[in-house]
C-alpha cells in the first residue's frame, strides 16, 4: 500500500476537554516520510515541529498528552484517530492552543474535516508492523490485557467488564470489513458518575460537559447527586434516564462505550507512526496500558527493521521449483546441486532453499568432529540460485551454462551446521545485458544473516561456444 496526504488544508476550533482552553487546529498536507506532526503556533511565533510519537507521551491521565520541552498538547488520540482510521499518514497538525478540541467527545467531526480535504495518495509505499507470532501483554498497573496474534489485516476486539455495574459487559470489534467512519469514529467519550466526581476533584475536566460525553450511573445517585453534578456541569438541572444514562443522552451503538475504547485504541496505536498487520484482543484496555503495549510492539518494530528484506521461509507452502524442476533449469547435479527448492520468484529477485544434513560429503573433512558448511560452497549456493533466476525464463535452459565473472565484497558472519535451513535471497542490481548478470546474495539461517556478497556471472549458449 501507498501512503497518503490530505488534498488540502482544513482547520476546526473549539474547546478542549481537560484544559478548558479554546484551541484553533489546521491540518496541512505533508510529503511522503513527513509522517504526523505537531506545531505550535502563537501570536508571536510558531515554533518546529515534532513528531507524534511514543517517546513524546507525557501523560496519560484520561487522556494522551505530548509534550516536547515546555510545549504539551492534551487528548491528541481523537484525531490521531480518524487520521489512522483514514490510513492518512502524513500531515502537519498547527496548533494554536495546548489542547485538541474535544468537540463531541467522538472523532466524527475530524473524519469530516479530513474527508472534506481529500485524501491523496503517494509514491512511496506505508512501512508495516507484521505480527508473525502471538504472544499476550499483561499491563501490571491496571490489568489490561492485550491478546495479538497474526492476520491479514489490521483487527481490533475489545471487552470490557464492569461487573455488576451498568454498562456491564461489553464488546465491540473492528477489522478490514468495519467502515471506521461510520461504526467506530462517532463512538463518544464515556465516563462512570463516580469517576467523574473524582475529576473534577482533581480539575481533570475543565471543559467536560454532558455535550461532549456520555456520563453514565454505575451507582444509586440521590437528587442531591443530581443537583451535584449539575452545578458542577453547569447544567440547570441533571436527570437520570431508565438506561442509567445522564440527560436522557441516547447511545448511538448498544456498545457505543467498547466502540469507542476502539478509537481510543487506535488512536494511541498510531504513535508507532506505522499500521499494524495483526489481530490484538484488549480486555479492559485505557490510555496508560495502551502506551505501555505500544512500547512492546515499538520492540518489535525496531527488530523488523533490523531484519527488513529477510525472506520468510514457510516450509508448508508448496514449492514454485522442486529438486526435478530446478534438475531441468540448471546442469549441476548430485554432489554439487546446492539448492533443494525455489519459493520466490520475481522479476527482481528470487529467494532459494538448501537443506544442511549431516550425510553431505564434505562433512568429513571439513572438519572431522566439527561439522561447518563451506563458505565457498555458501557462494556457490547463491550462484545457482541467481542461475535459476537468469535461466526460468529461457525456452531453452538445457542448453546454457553459468559462470562466474567476479565475486565481491563476500562477508561470512555465522557458522552454518548440519541441521539448519539456509535461505538465500538474490536480488537484481542491474538488468541482465548481454548474458551478465549481476546479483547480490544474501543467505540466512532463520532470521540471522550468515553470509552475503555481490555476484557477476554470465551465461553462455552451449550451441554457440566455440
Request: proline share 4%; glycine share 8%; with cysteine.
Amino acid at each position: 500500500m501507498l501512503q497518503k496526504t490530505l488534498g488540502k488544508e482544513v482547520a476546526f476550533e473549539g474547546i478542549g476537554l481537560h484544559t478548558g482552553t479554546h484551541s484553533k487546529i489546521t491540518l496541512s498536507p505533508a510529503d511522503a516520510g513527513h509522517g504526523i506532526r505537531i506545531q505550535i503556533k502563537s501570536e508571536d511565533s510558531t515554533k518546529r515541529s515534532w513528531p507524534t510519537d511514543l517517546g513524546k507521551v507525557s501523560d496519560t491521565s484520561r487522556c494522551t498528552c505530548l509534550a516536547l520541552e515546555d510545549d504539551k498538547v492534551y487528548t491528541v488520540e481523537h484525531l490521531l484517530s480518524a487520521l489512522r482510521g483514514l490510513h492518512v499518514d502524513n500531515v502537519l497538525i498547527h496548533i494554536e492552543g495546548n489542547e485538541i478540541p474535544i468537540l463531541d467527545g467522538s472523532a466524527k467531526l475530524f473524519v469530516e474535516k479530513i474527508q472534506e480535504a481529500g485524501i491523496v495518495e503517494l509514491k512511496d509505499k506505508k512501512e508495516r508492523l507484521l505480527i508473525r507470532k502471538s504472544f499476550t501483554h499483561i499491563d501490571e498497573e491496571t490489568g489490561a490485557e492485550y491478546i495479538v496474534s497474526p492476520s491479514d489485516d489490521f483487527q481490533i476486539t475489545v471487552l470490557l467488564n464492569y461487573n455488576n455495574l451498568y454498562p456491564g459487559n461489553q464488546f465491540a470489534e473492528f477489522h478490514q470489513g468495519v467502515d471506521y467512519a461510520s461504526e467506530i469514529a462517532p463512538s463518544r467519550t464515556f465516563v462512570l458518575f463516580s469517576e467523574l466526581k473524582k475529576l473534577h476533584e482533581a480539575n481533570l475536566v475543565k471543559g467536560g460537559s454532558l455535550d461532549n460525553a456520555i456520563v453514565v450511573a454505575d451507582e444509586e445517585l440521590s437528587q442531591a447527586d443530581l443537583d451535584q453534578m449539575a452545578e458542577l456541569l453547569g447544567h440547570q438541572n441533571v436527570n437520570l434516564s431508565e438506561g442509567r444514562i445522564l440527560n436522557d443522552q441516547n447511545l448511538l451503538f448498544n456498545n457505543e462505550p467498547a466502540r469507542h475504547k476502539i478509537l481510543d485504541l487506535i488512536g494511541d496505536l498510531s504513535l508507532l507512526g506505522v499500521e499494524i498487520q495483526g489481530k490484538i484482543i484488549a480486555k479492559k484496555p485505557g490510555h496508560s496500558a495502551n502506551i505501555r503495549f505500544a512500547k512492546k510492539l515499538k520492540t518489535l518494530l525496531l527488530e523488523q527493521r533490523k531484519t527488513k528484506g529477510v525472506p520468510v521461509y514457510d516450509p508448508d507452502k508448496e514449492a514454485i521449483y522442486n529438486t526435478n524442476d530446478i534438475s531441468k533449469l540448471i546442469p549441476h547435479r548430485f554432489p554439487f546441486l546446492l539448492v533443494d527448492k525455489i519459493v520466490e520468484i520475481s522479476s527482481e529477485h528470487v529467494v532459494g532453499i538448501k537443506n544442511i544434513t549431516f550425510g553431505e560429503y564434505f562433512f568429513q573433512g571439513h572438519f572431522p568432529n566439527n561439522p561447518v558448511f563451506p563458505g565457498v560452497l555458501q557462494v556457490e549456493a547463491m550462484a545457482q540460485t541467481g542461475g535459476i533466476f537468469v535461466l526460468h525464463e529461457k525456452p531453452d535452459p538445457e542448453n546454457w551454462d553459468t559462470y562466474f565473472i567476479k565475486i565481491d565484497n563476500t562477508k561470512f558472519k555465522h557458522k552454518v551446521l548440519p541441521g539448519d535451513t539456509l535461505i538465500i535471497k538474490m536480488k537484481l542490481l542491474s538488468p541482465v545485458r548481454r548474458g551478465i548478470c549481476h546479483m547480490y546474495g544474501t543467505a540466512y539461517v532463520g532470521s540471522k544473516l550468515v553470509s552475503e556478497g555481490e555476484l557477476i556471472a554470465q551465461i553462455v549458449n552451449r550451441k554457440e561456444t566455440p
